[in-house]
């Protein structure tokens, strides 16, 4: 099946630096990424779509500015969380999709669990 | 926009026993819905995917069953062993329920 890996899997700093996850589909192409938002005891909170070569569609409330998401390439999507701040404090999943929107089978990552002090 | 909501919350079972958890969601034009599982602090899991055009998917001990008219899934967990707790989620496109935690207790 295909796999998509993230790094990295835990990731601690200290408030005010600004972090990079990286999202990577292993085997396939990934036309599209999507960032996923999980905090403690609450299920998943789509963050932002991004497509290969343009600009990332964040959801409502998301800071683009704040979460700056890449998709260079049909492999790696990034996102730089910036001047991060305790209530960023968040487990990140990514996942990967062939198609160009959500209604295509995503292949998620194993997270990145992210504590800032 | 697409809600989903997943009854019980929680849910404690002795082992052995079958048992339903239910997805509900607002927007019945839907193109698929996916049952995942995820062990505390860990990644997703995917258990079963369903199309829009099927009714049920099945794997081992694991039963999915959508009904889109009436917004429902329903996952069916079969003979439930102790491995079997975890959190199980349920996703419509890119829209997740909040999770049903399951305990089976030996």
């Known amino acids: 099946g295909a796999v998509v890996s993230q790094h990295p899997s835990w990731v601690i700093c200290k408030s005010g630096t600004s972090v990079k996850i990286e999202c990577r589909s292993l085997?396939?192409?990934?036309?599209?990424m999507f960032w996923y938002r999980q905090f403690p005891k609450q299920s998943l909170m789509l963050m932002a779509t991004s497509n290969e070569g343009s600009k990332a569609t964040y959801e409502q409330g998301v800071e683009k500015d704040k979460f700056l998401i890449n998709h260079a390439s049909l492999t790696l999507s990034t996102l730089t969380v910036t001047s991060a701040h305790p209530e960023d404090s968040s487990f990140y999943i990514c996942?990967?999709?062939?198609?160009?929107?959500?209604?295509?089978?995503?292949?998620f990552g194993p997270g990145t669990r992210l504590t800032v002090l | 926009k697409q809600e989903v909501t997943q009854i019980p919350a929680a849910l404690s079972v002795p082992e052995g026993e079958n048992l339903v958890l239910n997805c509900s969601f607002t927007d019945s034009a839907i193109y698929n819905l996916q049952w995942f599982r995820q062990d505390p602090g860990k990644g997703l899991t995917s258990l079963l995917l369903i199309q829009s055009s099927q009714r049920e998917q099945t794997s081992g001990r694991l039963n999915a069953s959508l009904d889109k008219s009436s917004g429902r899934s329903t996952l069916y967990i079969a003979a439930s062993q102790p491995g079997d707790s975890a959190t199980y989620l349920c996703?419509?496109?890119?829209?997740f329920g909040e999770g049903t935690q399951l305990t089976v207790n030996p």
């Open positions: 996942s990967a999709s062939w198609g160009t929107s959500g209604t295509d089978t995503q292949y």
């Open positions: 085997d396939f192409q990934a036309t599209t």
């Open positions: 996703a419509v496109e890119l829209t």
